[in-house]
């Protein structure tokens, strides 16, 4: 039974990680039409800057924010320099596009740091919660909070709130939003800063729980689509839901099977989801069936 919860814990903390990429590749999504694959780039940066700062004898807090900032400034940066100036580009070429700046993020982190492991000491404290032998400690319960309470605010906000149904208006009709009085590039870029926020937050949580290396961001940036695939790249609260769902799919599959085939299985069983849901002209991961 302590088995059985232990994996379920570390799934959903897991879980929550990919769901504030999701959330993050959702916002993006839903203001530009793009699909952000250097969203994990937030989360290396954050944890990357942070644990250099720490170690330089600056208090954590300090670090953090700094930190935060960096990967506010990444996602600001990226839709500001790297995306405005090519909005006439095809959503192929864009994509393309951004996994290349995740790839030079990468070779920058690594030229920078090396290929060394980072963490820093919790910024919630080092506190543990028993159930049944199982141990859970307080920055993944808080990383599972905060990925529930962020996704229900940004879908209200989304939903309930003018300025978020601009920000949604902005990818469905540029033109027409420009005309009705919205700032499309300024909406953009709060929502690629924004993004970067919450991938930051997600590693200012979850480093101190394990580690953090120069080429984390892709393989969560993966994992991350998959929960904001399974969401159709439009609903917060189902990018939420989703990542939790792959991190406890992922967790007991490593646990009562095997542990190389955890990430295979789940990437395979995405492959059927998206022939059945494109297979029914159903929008998936951005895509729509002719």
Partial sequence: MSLLLQTLYSGLVNGALYGLIGLGIVLCYRSSGVVNLAQGEAFTVTGLITAEIVRMGVPVLVAAALGLLCAVLFGAGLERVILRPRLGWSSERLIILVVAVALCTEG??????????????SL???????????????????LIGILLLVGLLISWFLHRTIFGQGLSACAENPTMSSLLGINVSMMRMIAFGTAGFLGGLAALLLVPLSIVTYNAGLSLTLLGYVAAALAAMKSPIGACLAGLLVGVAESLIGSYVNQLLAEPLVLGVLIVVAVALLGRRVRFGGVVRA
Avoid at 131 to 142: I, R
């Fill in 108 to 121: 920058i982190a690594n030229f920078a740091v090396g290929p060394n492991q980072f963490s820093f000491r």
């Fill in 124 to 142: 919630v404290g080092n506190g543990t919660v028993r159930l049944s032998n199982a141990v859970m400690t307080f920055d993944g319960l808080v």
